[in-house]
Protein backbone atom coordinates (compact mmCIF):
# COMPACT_ATOMS: atom_id res chain seq x y z
CA UNK A 1 0.00 0.00 0.00
CA UNK A 2 0.80 3.00 -0.82
CA UNK A 3 1.26 6.64 1.49
CA UNK A 4 -2.16 7.84 0.04
CA UNK A 5 -4.05 4.50 0.24
CA UNK A 6 -3.57 4.06 3.98
CA UNK A 7 -6.14 3.87 6.63
CA UNK A 8 -6.47 6.86 8.60
CA UNK A 9 -5.05 5.66 11.77
CA UNK A 10 -8.00 5.87 14.84
CA UNK A 11 -8.15 5.10 18.35
CA UNK A 12 -7.94 1.67 19.56
CA UNK A 13 -11.32 -0.21 19.86
CA UNK A 14 -11.46 -2.66 23.10
CA UNK A 15 -11.93 -6.10 22.12
CA UNK A 16 -13.84 -7.17 25.06
CA UNK A 17 -17.01 -6.18 26.86
CA UNK A 18 -18.15 -2.17 27.05
CA UNK A 19 -17.14 -1.01 30.78
CA UNK A 20 -19.72 -0.59 33.29
CA UNK A 21 -20.74 2.83 33.82
CA UNK A 22 -18.52 4.33 37.04
CA UNK A 23 -21.43 5.59 39.02
CA UNK A 24 -24.93 4.42 38.99
CA UNK A 25 -27.08 7.74 37.91
CA UNK A 26 -28.33 10.66 40.64
CA UNK A 27 -31.82 10.27 42.16
CA UNK A 28 -33.69 12.95 43.18
CA UNK A 29 -32.94 14.55 46.32
CA UNK A 30 -36.05 13.68 49.07
CA UNK A 31 -36.35 17.52 49.89
CA UNK A 32 -36.08 18.84 46.41
CA UNK A 33 -39.94 19.47 46.40
CA UNK A 34 -39.76 21.83 49.33
CA UNK A 35 -41.12 25.48 48.40
CA UNK A 36 -38.51 27.89 49.29
CA UNK A 37 -39.22 29.77 52.56
CA UNK A 38 -41.61 33.10 52.60
CA UNK A 39 -39.40 35.05 54.45
CA UNK A 40 -35.66 34.70 55.09
CA UNK A 41 -33.69 34.37 58.21
CA UNK A 42 -32.80 38.06 57.85
CA UNK A 43 -36.26 39.35 57.66
CA UNK A 44 -37.90 37.45 60.16
CA UNK A 45 -35.08 38.93 62.37
CA UNK A 46 -35.34 42.69 61.34
CA UNK A 47 -39.22 42.74 61.98
CA UNK A 48 -38.84 40.28 65.20
CA UNK A 49 -36.27 43.02 66.69
CA UNK A 50 -38.62 45.79 65.14
CA UNK A 51 -41.66 44.80 67.11
CA UNK A 52 -40.19 44.06 70.12
CA UNK A 53 -38.95 48.12 69.83
CA UNK A 54 -42.30 49.30 69.03
CA UNK A 55 -44.04 47.22 71.58
CA UNK A 56 -41.18 49.02 74.46
CA UNK A 57 -41.60 52.14 73.04
CA UNK A 58 -45.31 51.96 73.46
CA UNK A 59 -45.71 50.74 76.85
CA UNK A 60 -42.84 53.36 77.95
CA UNK A 61 -44.56 56.16 76.34
CA UNK A 62 -48.38 54.18 77.73
CA UNK A 63 -46.79 54.69 81.35
CA UNK A 64 -45.08 58.18 81.23
CA UNK A 65 -47.82 60.25 79.55
CA UNK A 66 -51.33 57.33 80.39
CA UNK A 67 -52.39 58.76 76.48
CA UNK A 68 -52.97 55.60 74.43
CA UNK A 69 -53.17 57.18 70.79
CA UNK A 70 -50.02 59.15 71.71
CA UNK A 71 -48.47 55.74 72.79
CA UNK A 72 -49.49 53.63 69.60
CA UNK A 73 -48.09 56.31 67.18
CA UNK A 74 -44.85 56.54 69.36
CA UNK A 75 -44.86 52.45 69.16
CA UNK A 76 -45.97 52.12 65.19
CA UNK A 77 -43.16 55.27 64.55
CA UNK A 78 -40.32 53.43 66.56
CA UNK A 79 -41.50 49.73 64.58
CA UNK A 80 -40.89 52.23 61.05
CA UNK A 81 -37.45 53.75 62.21
CA UNK A 82 -36.12 50.00 63.48
CA UNK A 83 -37.35 48.30 60.36
CA UNK A 84 -35.52 50.95 58.06
CA UNK A 85 -32.47 51.50 60.37
CA UNK A 86 -32.13 47.74 60.92
CA UNK A 87 -32.50 47.15 56.97
CA UNK A 88 -29.39 49.34 56.20
CA UNK A 89 -27.31 47.63 59.27
CA UNK A 90 -27.92 44.01 58.41
CA UNK A 91 -25.90 42.78 55.40
CA UNK A 92 -27.60 40.42 53.09
Known amino acids: ?23 PPSTPEPDSGRRPPFL ?3 TVLILFISVCVG ?10 SKSQP ?3 LAGVTAFGGCTAWLNNLVAY
Open 1 to 23: MTRDNAPAPGPVQPSGPAPAQPH
Open 55 to 64: IGADVLTFLV
Open 70 to 72: GAV
Open 40 to 42: SQR
